[in-house]
Nanobody
Framework: QVQLVESGGGLVQPGGSLRLSCAAS????????MGWYRQAPGKQRELVAR???????NYADSVKGRFTISTDNAKNTVYLQMNSLKFEDTAVYYC??????????????WGQGTQVTVSS
């Protein structure tokens, strides 16, 4: 059973920074893609940042230039460095990893989520 365990959420003032961590129970190289999603109250879950096998990254337009996704392969950990946080970044952040199955479908693994609250 694959586990993704997030940590690092909390309360921060606007303009502040947080770093989220996602520790995987197996090598991150075994995932096709790994990244972070978020869900604010009353809204759909949305992609924040994602790293694709091969090293390419995708970011939501709303976080470009402020958030950075990175990995520590030795620790099987994915990070999300969040700078210049805004009120609208408040959400539950979820770590996601997906794998390609033999029939070419994608299977998603999710962490339990970590709350990020930006408030003055």
């Amino acid at each position: 059973q694959v586990q993704l365990v997030e940590s690092g959420g909390g309360l921060v003032q606007p303009g502040g920074s947080l770093r989220l961590s996602c520790a995987a129970s197996r090598s991150i190289f075994s995932f096709h893609r790994m990244g972070w999603y978020r869900q604010a109250p009353g809204k759909q879950r949305e992609l924040v940042a994602r790293r694709i096998s091969g090293g390419r990254t995708n970011y939501a337009d709303s976080v470009k230039g402020r958030f950075t996704i990175s990995t520590d392969n030795a620790k099987n950990t994915v990070y999300l460095q969040m700078n210049s946080l805004k009120f609208e970044d408040t959400a539950v952040y979820y770590c996601n990893g997906d794998v390609l199955l033999s029939d070419q479908t994608i299977y998603d693994y999710w962490g339990q989520g970590t709350q990020v609250t930006v408030s003055s």
